[in-house]
């Protein structure tokens, strides 16, 4: 990963889009999952040789905003955010570094049932969405992309609309009732 394209994304997608590089736990589970320090290329001299834009993690949309911080998305330090699931189960495995983003931009809603219903009133808001998501692909200027959606819905949207073109997987959705241990153990057989 080049720093322009870093930039790039930074600057385009910062808001919803973010990379799967958190700082190391400390005194429990979430402890430091919104440290956003590990990803700023001068503080962090590693960052851009960790990061690996062939993986993207797909979500379905916030379930809230909480700032306006770029790349902050998959780190929410709230108490309430499961984020630190995904952190866990990427340690030390080929996806850490991989990119992330939501297929439904800046779009608040915490029941994925009712962004369906959304989209299903609004065919509209989905196409959008999905070019905005190509156009996102393209900036990450890498071919062959592994796309994992996190959870059915956002799988069924990635499939109708991409599923020809590109390798896509599913995985339960980190905020699903399942232990960091056994969600670890499910993204590690996607292989």
Known sequence: M??????????????????AVW?????APKSN???????????NKKLLTQLKPEFVFVGLNFSRIENAIPLSNFHSS??????YKIRFALKNTQYWGSYMTDIIKNFEEKHSNLMMETLSKDRN??????????E???VLNVRNKKIIAFGGDT?????????????????THYA???SKENYRKELIGLD
């Open 136 to 138: 996102e692909l393209e």
């Open 155 to 171: 799988y069924k949207i990635l499939r109708r609309n991409l599923g020809n073109n590109y390798n896509i997987q599913k995985i």
């Open 78 to 83: 709230s108490s309430k955010a499961q984020d």
């Open 2 to 19: 080049n720093l322009d394209t870093f930039n790039n994304i930074k600057n385009q997608y910062g808001d919803c889009g973010s990379w």
């Open 125 to 134: 808001l989905e196409t959008k969405n999905i070019n905005i998501f190509l």
């Open 176 to 178: 699903h009732f399942v």
């Open 33 to 43: 999952i919104g440290d956003l320090s590990v990803l700023d290329p001068k503080l």
């Open 23 to 27: 700082a190391n736990e400390t005194n």
